[in-house]
RNA sequence: GGGCGAUUAGCUCAGUUGGUUAGAGCGUUUGCUUUACACGCAAAAUGUCGGGGGUUCGAGUCCCUCAUCGCCCACCA
């Protein structure tokens, strides 16, 4: 059956991995359509920025995405995992404008908004989806024939009618409010878009001169220079320092205007002074007092934050920062300045722009989102969305009981522009699908909806509503939904909300919050820092196997990541282990008819030993299936490398040398057994490391040409050999042994392949016999070349001095009279018989707690009765060896 | 100010509902071309589980408290 060229000494993943990728392609492997034979398992990949190329970040949340849709796949289901990318408005723009800035000296401002636009799709059409070309190289298999982007018509549709509907509703409306604006993009920004980030700054406190030349009151701010919006100043009405100034006027320096001095709630008497300058247009607070006591908003800022004609002759134009220094000069000079404080505080950042936002008031549309917070609030309430960590559900309900409208206008080009238009003629307001057909000079709004606004309707809109597909229909709502934290109020929150409203159904079953990727120093990565090393530079290096292994091994449940490229030798060496277990097996000849089960006949002849490796298969696939079902991905990848590593290839692949090598029917079942432990774990791998798992299952002829790995079944417990606990204890006891001589002969420093006479004191008959059956086994894992057994005590006078190891099956001894450190072996034994000792008498006062032996549950108490008297034993054979050694 | 998380071997981290003498990988030390694998094999060493208190027959695990670090939200004229 085997026709493949012998493998090679060390797996090289690169032409596996480009060989295999386009073939799952081809063959149409991915793809997912509605079948009412299987149950449908659907994800929508969190679409990256069109501008995006491939971070650590996505490598981690495709991978996990990629199992789960590779395991759902072999365990039978309909799967189909919808690809796409995000028109990421704002970033996308000014990568865009800086990109025709470059190469061709030209951008926005001369383009016109129609061309630009038609040069973003350009753009978008030539370096656009870079990212998407970059996870097929992670393997990912989404179904890429249904790859959308959020701009695409029937996406638009969606955006469009979810925007009229919402607008009917009473929910969308256009209103003058405080909002974020971002100087670099010149728009408006949503709350969530505003970072904070604790810089150094300072404190200054101006003298305002009352009016009639009396005095000055003294304010605080930490922005000088929007006090040219200035409109009164405010104390508290319970202020007795300042209570007979209320209603008087000071005169606003550098200004030729007189505000007046109010009384507030919002002046606190025990901060700064107690008095405070109000300028509704800059100040969220502000802005209410201005309300309340129906102060002029005076906006002094243009939209690239310096400062307008509002300000001033000697300041129109300047630059927000230059403007605030120039005040600070002049009232200095003035005498004005009564002192100023270095301080640390809080200053909200453009979250794209990455400089200080301005809070201004202005004309912007908002979408309240009280009414349909309420049902996604529900659906994590009672369970029918769950999230993963739960704790993430408190972030959740903190932020959706406490909501607020949500800015949805953004003053650029690249997005869905807002369907609405403005009648010039008579003040009219149309909100519709298509431009209105009533007569008059309608005029579309200018601006384009926030990025998210088509991002939150992404598990609906992908699958083509409003139209009613037969995808809607079979795969939503989708099964597992896998993002970061970070995201949780810009889209989870809000697909949830929408897929309540428009689908009358929550979008997903369950939410997997990723961990978050840091240096080694616990860093985030970033491009300025230069610590984020490149995905694709790393796959060359190690294989998109290994650092897909690597990234799910060393993530940490719902903690943050400590990534660094060197940990992909984890998955790089555990492929290179698997390859060469493969390539042990294939030396001994060809594929065995039995590696998909095996026949009851073989399973009635099979050894301890592997019945022991056929017990510890099952195990790992109960904690895998487990594990993945309760989205503990690391505590999989960890079950599979020990069971490879440790249990497969250090111990069973090292037993089965004996019946190997007796040839005949005892190869013939050792072969079958290797086959059929090897077929199930590359299966119980395949999500994992999808391609090397395919490579050996075809090397090994397990699947033939035309055949994948991708829809052979999931491996599930196998009862054929059902364990009995008695008998894997015996041959957990006989390893312990081999180890037990191989320390020996390490204390000794005898080459491991130094061939020695080991004696073995069997504890009783029966363990003597097992052992004598096992005694070509055990020769073979402790590399000796003759084994003696007993039941009568070791005698020195015999066979010389010789240092032992007590096991549980028996002693066992290094017969070495010539060599023996009688010091050294005696002392080694002085404190395992003290060890020994203190851990019986603990253990004694434990038995003898009568409170212990009531209340612990009676398997607990017999355990520990069991294991006092196996410690006694081996106490008193510890005590027997060293009044041998004299 | 509110919330969440972390603190276990030199490093990075496991440790499901409390129940043997707390584990792994890397690193370190020693010895190895043994019928796949030096991307390897065999063996070894290293811990008052952040401090303190409590509950319990029994605490790394549950409760309280303190400390340090990190994240999120709110506020900061």
């Not at 992908?462 to 949780?488: A, H, K, N, S």
């Not at 990534?563 to 030396?587: D, H, P, V």
């Not at 090397?692 to 491996?715: R, S, V």
Request: proline share 5%.
């Amino acid at each position: 059956m085997s026709t493949h060229e012998p493998l090679a000494r060390a797996y090289e993943p690169a032409a596996v991995e480009a060989k295999w990728f386009p073939r799952w392609e081809e063959a149409g492997n991915f793809h997912g359509a509605p079948n009412p034979d299987k149950k449908a398992y659907s994800i929508v990949i969190p679409p990256p920025n069109v501008t995006g190329i491939l971070t650590l970040g996505h490598v981690l949340n495709n991978t996990l995405q990629d199992i789960l849709c590779r395991y759902h796949r072999m365990k039978g289901e309909e799967v189909c995992w919808f690809p796409g990318t995000d028109h990421a408005g704002i970033a996308t723009e000014a990568r865009v404008e800086k990109y025709l800035r470059k190469e061709e000296n030209t951008g926005r401002d001369e383009l016109g908004r129609e061309e630009f636009i038609r040069r973003v799709w350009q753009w978008k059409g030539e370096f656009g989806g870079k990212i998407i070309r970059q996870l097929r190289t992670l393997g990912c298999s989404c179904d890429w024939e249904r790859e959308r982007f959020t701009m695409d018509e029937g996406l638009s549709n969606a955006v469009r009618k979810v925007f009229v509907e919402l607008y009917r509703k009473g929910y969308i409306y256009r209103g003058q409010r405080m909002i974020n604006w971002c100087p670099v993009a010149k728009s408006a920004l949503s709350d969530e878009e505003v970072i904070y980030k604790d810089v150094a700054g300072k404190f200054y406190h101006f003298r305002y001169p009352l009016s009639d030349g009396s005095g000055y009151l003294v304010v605080a701010t930490t922005r000088p220079e929007t006090m040219f919006g200035d409109t009164a100043v405010a104390v508290n009405p319970a202020d007795e320092r300042y209570k007979h100034l209320i209603g008087r006027t000071v005169k606003l320096p550098l200004t030729d205007r007189e505000i007046p001095i109010i009384a507030d709630e919002h002046a606190d008497p025990t901060k700064g002074t107690g008095c405070v300058k109000i300028t509704p247009a800059h100040d969220p607070n502000d802005f209410e007092v201005g309300k309340r006591h129906n102060l002029e908003v005076i906006n002094v800022m243009n939209p690239d934050a310096t400062l307008n004609s509002r300000a001033g002759e000697q300041f129109e134009g300047l630059d927000r920062f230059a403007a605030r220094e120039l005040c600070v000069k002049l009232l200095t000079e003035q005498g004005l300045v009564e002192k100023i404080e270095e301080i640390r505080h809080a200053v909200g950042y453009s979250e794209r722009g990455d400089v200080p936002i301005e809070t201004l008031v202005s004309y912007q549309w908002f979408c309240n989102m009280k009414e349909l917070a309420k049902p996604a609030i529900e659906a994590v309430k009672s369970g029918r969305i769950k999230f993963y960590p739960e704790r993430w559900s408190k972030t959740y309900f903190h932020w959706m009981e406490n909501i607020q409208d949500w800015c949805i206008s953004r003053q650029i080009w690249w997005g869905h522009r807002i369907p609405a238009w403005y009648n010039d003629d008579n003040g009219e307001v149309y909100v519709g699908l298509e431009a209105p057909t009533a007569p008059g000079r309608w005029r579309q709004e200018e601006d384009v909806l926030d990025t998210w606004f088509s991002s939150w309707l992404w598990p609906f809109s992908i699958m083509g509503w409003p139209e009613e597909t037969p995808e809607l229909r079979y795969f939503y709502p989708t099964c597992d939904l896998v993002t970061g934290p970070d995201i949780i109020f810009f889209w989870v929150a809000r697909m949830i909300m929408a897929g309540c409203e428009f689908m009358k159904e929550v979008p997903f079953r369950n939410v997997y919050f990723t961990s978050i990727i840091r240096d080694e120093q616990g860093r985030k990565l970033s491009k300025s820092l230069g610590n984020s090393p490149d995905p694709l530079d790393v796959i060359a290096t190690y294989g998109a196997d290994a650092l897909r292994f690597t990234i799910v091994y060393i993530a940490p449940v719902g903690m943050d990541i400590r990534y660094s490229n060197e940990k992909c030798e984890i998955g790089k060496t555990f492929a290179n282990k698997l390859w060469n277990a493969c390539r042990f097996r294939q030396m001994q000849g060809d594929v065995s008819a039995e590696f998909r089960e095996l026949p009851p006949e073989l399973v009635a002849k099979l050894s301890g030993d592997e019945r022991w490796m056929l017990a510890k298969l099952d195990a790992a696939i109960d904690s895998v299936n487990t594990a993945i079902a309760e989205f503990r991905f690391h505590s999989a990848a960890h079950e599979i490398y020990d069971l490879v590593w440790t249990s497969f290839c250090d111990w069973f692949i090292e037993a089965e040398k004996v019946p190997m090598r007796s040839g005949g029917a005892e190869k013939e079942r050792a072969l079958a057994v290797l086959d059929y432990a090897l077929y199930r774990i590359l299966r119980l791998l395949h999500p994992f490391m999808p391609f090397i798992t395919e490579e050996l299952a075809h090397q090994m002829g397990f699947l033939a040409d035309g055949e994948t790995i991708m829809y052979q079944p999931y491996p599930e417990r196998d009862a054929c050999a059902a364990a009995d606990p008695a008998e894997l204890d015996r041959i957990d006891g006989k390893f312990e042994l081999v180890r037990g001589g191989r320390f020996l002969k390490a204390s000794y420093n005898l080459p491991d392949g130094k061939k020695v006479r080991f004696f073995i004191k069997a504890v009783d008959a029966d363990a003597r016999a097992f052992l004598e059956s096992e005694k070509a086994s055990l020769m073979s894992l402790m590399n000796a070349e003759g084994i003696e057994f007993s039941l009568a005590d070791y005698d020195p006078a015999v066979h010389g001095a010789a240092p032992s190891q007590v096991c549980r099956l028996g002693t066992v001894y290094l017969p070495l009279a010539d060599l023996i450190d009688v010091a050294a072996e005696k002392s080694r034994l002085e404190k395992q018989k003290k060890e020994l000792e203190g851990w019986i008498a603990g253990s004694r006062a434990k038995l003898s707690n009568e409170r212990f032996l009531a209340k612990a549950p009676e398997n607990v108490v017999a355990d520990a009765r069991a294991k006092l008297a196996e410690m006694e034993e081996k106490l008193a054979r510890t005590v027997e060896l060293l009044s041998s050694l004299g």
